[in-house]
């Protein structure tokens, strides 16, 4: 079945850096855009960012800039690279294959708390 394990959360100072990595499977992964969405406490779940299989990416307003989407199709592997983090950025990250242009297409994996906080 359709599988998606997340990783590289954790505790980081405001300003700080992270990464994350979402392993993929159950699907041919090259056939699918693949994404990142996050949830705040309190909050829906949010699109941060898409890359296409060919590599084109799209990222919500709010982390242009800032965070970096890659992919590694022999891995079945999507990254997430975080930079200049802020308290707002605090959320659990979700990865996903996205059907359209941002809309998460397959059920969710367990995700990866992310705490920005001095």
């Known amino acids: 079945q359709v599988q998606f394990v997340e990783s590289g959360g954790g505790l980081v100072q405001p300003g700080g850096s992270l990464g994350l990595s979402c392993a993929a499977s159950g699907f041919t992964f090259t056939r699918w855009s693949m994404g990142w969405y996050r949830q705040a406490p309190g909050k829906q779940r949010e699109f941060v960012a898409t890359?296409?299989?060919?590599?084109?990416?799209n990222y919500a307003d709010s982390v242009k800039g800032r965070f970096t989407i890659s992919r590694d199709n022999p891995k079945n592997t999507v990254y997430l690279q975080m930079n200049s983090l802020n308290p707002e950025d605090t959320a659990v990250y979700y990865c996903n294959r996205v059907a359209g242009v941002t809309t998460p297409f397959s059920p969710w994996g367990q995700g990866t708390q992310v705490t920005v906080s001095s």
């Open positions: 890359i296409t299989s060919g590599g084109n990416i």
